[in-house]
């Protein structure tokens, strides 16, 4: 019930409960201050106290230094003595029990003594009919009220405090309130919106009955009175402040047996702001209740994932952004942040977000193998140098990593450059759970964070999580790991491994692959030229093994067994090093025969002049293996940049001066060109000698375009034309064909499969979706025209184009048919029926309707019902008919984005708008030549529809398999686009 302040007073008096007033006299506020003496000199302040909910605490606190100063402050009050308002009604006597009534009908009682001859401690009561200045009912929205003016003598800041221990001294125990048992508060004493004062006289030396039902049917006055206390919040669970003091109780909540009396409420939830206290009048059987809607505290956070532009939640909502964009506002406090990405682990971040601070998260994406993937190692660095490579080790650390714990550590060091480096991950699991957990390493070095190239794990037979992290060339051996995972979630370091480039006269050329993979069958496939032909091969393998005394694995290539030899370089830390079989051909790397447990970790592959390859079964040489040019250095670390983008990419390989065989199917020479930096976020502003260039005679290529295919749920597999893609939704597909491509998704989570014919536009990028929520069953439409001459329409505004007379199938309830034109654009909504049905469509006509696209960026291209306008936001179009239309909006470098929108008539213009905010997306470009020029170019296993030289624009950062053919010969080699940059490569046909 709220509280209103009253101006008027009326004091009564009764011999008893049933009869009428024996006096009965209303004053107003003006009358008292110039008839009757005034209390207060409105500036000094009083206070009352609210329980003390510490249980450590004495509830009375004798101290009265808990919940009174300064929060309990009742103002700079002036009022009317309550004994001077008596005497209006001819006094009360020794006996008497005077009862303060609210205009809300809330009392409270007292007995002769403390209205006439009060205790200092408790002081004069006083009917405040002014605070700060403010007379009730202007300003002063809870008086009159009743105030205690006690003195100075308990506090220890000496100001005017009735106490909890005053009214425990001043006051009979019948008297006492108590905010709940055993909790007193004298501010429930304090009656609100004061309208009467009622004496009632004592009879033969007993008290006297006073009313204590609203009904005033009379009642004892020590029956004790309750209510109900409901307070609400959004959001919820906001702790409740009652009276000044935090209670256990949290929103929304109804608080039962309150005792009657006024309460102070607020709440209090961290990362919000504090509102006003309320007050409320808590009466006998009565439910009070207030409501308060909280205001966050938000501040910014920016988040950032490797790879680029993982999906963002915040405590488990999708926030609808990816990492690497602008910030979010978030609110203070603690939060979860999940990032995710296809073909990813799932990252879950604890973080606190403080109000004024940089607010930054940071976090590695771990691939993840499905269920019927076979784990491989992935392509690592690759390259040739000059001298040797030389493989060093370190022991690691055997105790367990918790979260919030830092350990110190050394990498491994030798004489050369560094190549790149690893930590050998181990036993991670929840110690809590039981279960296996992957290890979160936080690495740092010099005070600067480490990111890691690559993190890959695995699941042992034991039940824990081996990881291998792969580590960029940083400056100084020492650093720092920390686990940035929960208390109960550990991890070890078995062991860190460095491949460094050691100076030396000869030459060798090494490739690398890394991972986590157990050491049971395939573990990687290494391509014909990955290395050039000629000098001694050798190949190295390391690998972690389950305990002392089990079986180490055996090696084959090509299921040809070698003859290994085995070295332990750490404890469990095994090198095992065979020589290969000469050849140009592909190598497949198989192990077996291993006890449960191994893991392979790193897999080198080397080529040498046989005076340059070391003994590698003495462990104390840690393995020198071989080199090349000096440009091979910064080949490699132009390599480390591009797999930082894209942790399982495929590296380039560098340029060999040894040809390779010649002819179809044969993987030819490919020179890859200094990457060319692009100042733009998209690629509009690639240099035109690189964008579809052809030479001469040579005909002038088609643009792409391509398709963002997404699901509800998301995570199903993508197959493109028939082919599987081995991506889930949401993913995007540049480079592809102008034309019709068929998009089939399937969902594992609901064993659901669907497919849809898609239209790529060229030099834009189209969203397909599919519903997997959707559960209606087929039904079928017969369209026909209603001219006798075909009409093309579109079904839902999305092309492919079919043509009259033609069956559709509907499977929503809000499906259209459109017809474009360009008179106009002109859709039929079909009903959606169990029972086949006929529409029949006319060529359109320009529709009397216009809509306004804009889009933030802007200028992207606008698409209504599948028909490319020529506009660009922001822009009106007209000519619509009134009903459902379908909006895209591309733009390069953005996520493409769709919204069917139903446009009605009007008579102001435009009749609709729609708005689009587009998000970007990590993406670079292919510049693709050959020699001879005019060769054919695939993308994603089939043509693109482009001939060298082209460039391919807004791919999405990652490895791409690119296809080059001609008449008589075939090329195919996995290229790797970076952010925001023109990757060049040059392929070369027919060389020797």
């Not at 979010?328 to 973080?351: A, C, F, K, Q, W």
């Not at 496939?525 to 180490?552: F, K, S």
């Not at 005909?699 to 391509?706: H, I």
């Not at 998009?743 to 997997?772: H, N």
Request: net charge negative; with cysteine; aromatic share 8%.
């Amino acid at each position: 019930m709220p509280v209103i302040a009253t101006d008027t007073l009326t004091v009564a008096r009764y011999a008893s409960v049933e009869s009428e007033p024996e006096f009965e006299e209303t004053y107003t506020i003006a009358w008292m201050e110039e008839n009757l003496p005034v209390m207060g000199d409105g500036t000094t302040h009083y206070y009352l106290q609210g329980p003390v909910f510490d249980e450590s605490e004495d509830s009375w606190n004798p101290d009265e230094d808990i919940n009174c100063y300064p929060n309990k402050d009742m103002g700079a009050v002036r009022g009317t003595d309550v004994a001077d308002l008596c005497e209006m009604a001819g006094g009360a006597h020794q006996g008497d029990v005077i009862l303060i009534r609210a205009d809300d009908g809330f009392r409270k009682s007292f007995p002769y003594e403390n209205i006439y001859t009060p205790p200092a401690r408790q002081g004069r009561m006083v009917i405040a009919w002014e605070k700060d200045g403010q007379k009730a009912g202007a300003g002063y929205y809870d008086g009159m009220r009743l105030q205690f003016f006690a003195d100075t003598s308990v506090n220890p800041w000496g100001e005017h405090i009735f106490g909890n221990s005053d009214m425990r001294f001043a006051l009979p125990e019948e008297y006492w309130h108590f905010f709940q048992p055993g909790l007193p508060s004298s501010t429930g004493l304090s009656v609100q919106s004061v309208s009467r004062i009622e004496i009632y006289e004592s009879t033969g030396g007993q008290p006297p009955v006073v009313p204590s039902g609203d009904n005033d049917g009379g009642a004892d006055l020590w029956t004790p009175a309750t209510g109900t206390l409901t307070v609400l919040s959004v959001p919820a669970d906001a702790a409740v402040v009652i009276d000044g003091a935090t209670s256990d109780y949290l929103t929304n909540v109804s608080i039962p047996d309150m005792p009657e009396g006024s309460y102070g409420v607020t709440v209090e939830r961290e990362g919000y702001e504090t509102p006003d206290e309320e007050w409320l009048m808590v009466s006998d059987g009565s439910n009070a209740t207030v409501s308060f809607s909280l205001t966050g505290i938000t501040a910014p956070c920016t988040i950032v994932s490797h790879p680029a532009n993982a999906r963002i939640a915040v405590d488990g909502v999708d926030t609808g952004t990816t990492a690497d964009t602008d910030s979010l506002s978030l609110i203070v406090g603690n939060h979860t942040i999940t990032l995710t990405m296809d073909g990813y682990v799932p990252l879950e971040i604890p973080v606190r977000i403080t109000d004024g601070g940089t607010n930054r998260v940071e976090g590695v994406l771990v691939p993840v193998c499905g269920e019927d993937d076979i784990p491989l190692l992935s392509t690592g660095p690759h390259g040739s140098l000059k001298g040797s490579l030389s493989v060093k080790t370190t022991g690691g650390y055997p105790g367990f990593i918790a979260g919030g714990e830092s350990v110190p550590m050394h990498m491994p060091e030798g004489e050369g450059n560094e190549i790149t480096s690893y930590l050998l991950f181990s036993h991670g699991y929840d110690t809590a759970s039981g279960l296996p957990a992957e290890p979160q390493p936080s690495l740092s070095s010099g005070g600067e964070r480490l990111i890691p190239r690559l993190l890959a794990n695995t699941i042992t037979p034991a039940g824990t999580v081996d990881q291998t992290c792969a580590l960029f060339p940083f400056p100084s051996p020492n650093f720092t790991i920390s686990s940035s995972g929960g208390d109960e979630d550990v991890f070890s370091l078995s062991a860190a491994i460095s491949l460094l480039a050691r100076d030396g006269p000869d030459t060798f050329a090494y490739a690398v692959y890394e991972g986590c993979v157990p050491a049971t069958g395939e573990i990687c496939t290494i391509p014909a030229d990955a290395l050039p032909n000629g000098g001694t091969r050798t190949l190295t393998v390391l690998c972690t093994e389950a305990g002392v005394g089990t079986d180490a694995p055996g090696i084959s290539v090509n299921g040809m067994t070698l003859d290994a030899v085995y070295a332990t370089l750490e404890q469990g830390l095994v090198q095992i090093t065979a020589p290969l079989p000469p050849g140009g051909g592909a190598y497949t790397v198989m192990v077996e025969n291993a006890s449960s447990g191994w893991i392979v970790r790193v897999v080198i592959l080397t080529a040498a002049e046989p005076s340059s390859v070391p003994d590698v079964a003495d462990p104390e040489k840690k393995s020198d293996i071989s080199s090349d040019t000096d440009d091979g250095i910064m080949s490699g670390i132009y390599r480390f940049f591009a797999s930082l983008f894209s942790l399982n990419a495929v590296n380039p390989a560098a340029a060999s001066d040894t040809p390779s065989p010649a002819g179809a199917g044969s993987q030819q020479n490919v020179t890859p060109v200094s990457p060319v930096s692009v100042p733009e976020t998209t690629l509009d502003s690639v240099p035109p000698s690189l964008v579809f260039a052809p030479a001469e005679g040579v005909r002038s290529p088609a643009l792409t375009g391509g398709l963002l295919v997404d699901s509800v749920p998301s995570g199903a597999w993508i197959s493109l034309d028939g082919k599987s893609t081995g991506k889930k939704t949401p993913a995007l597909f540049a480079g592809l064909k102008e034309g019709t491509h068929r998009i089939g998704v399937s969902s594992a989570l609901t064993g659901d499969t669907r497919s849809e014919k898609a239209w790529v536009y060229p030099g834009a990028l189209i969203p397909v979706f599919f519903d997997f929520s959707s559960v209606l069953p087929e039904a079928t439409v017969q369209v026909e025209s209603g001219t006798g001459e075909p009409v093309v329409f579109t079904v839902n505004g999305i092309l492919p184009e079919q043509t009259t007379p033609a069956q559709v199938t509907i499977t929503d309830t809000e499906s259209f048919v459109a017809v474009t034109s360009d008179e106009g654009w002109q859709t039929y909504p079909v009903t959606y029926q169990r029972v086949d049905g006929t529409l029949t469509l006319v060529p359109p006509v320009c529709g009397t309707c216009t809509v306004a696209v804009a889009s933030s960026p802007a200028d992207a291209e606008i698409i209504i019902d599948g028909k490319r306008t020529g506009d660009r936001t922001p822009a009106e179009i007209s000519c619509l008919s009134p009903g459902p239309h379908r909006i895209v909006c591309s733009l390069p470098g953005y996520y493409p984005d769709a919204q069917v929108i139903s446009v009605s008539d009007s008579s102001g213009k435009p009749d609709a708008e729609v708005s689009f905010t587009l998000t970007p997306y990590s993406n670079g470009a292919l510049s693709v030549t050959s020699v001879p020029a005019g060769a054919q170019i695939y993308l994603h296993d089939r043509y693109t529809g482009l001939v060298t030289p082209a460039t391919i624009s807004g791919l999405p950062i990652g490895t791409y398999e690119i296809g080059l053919s001609t008449d008589d010969e075939t090329v195919i080699r996995e290229m790797t686009v970076l952010p925001d940059t023109v990757v060049a490569y040059e392929f070369r046909f027919g060389e020797e």
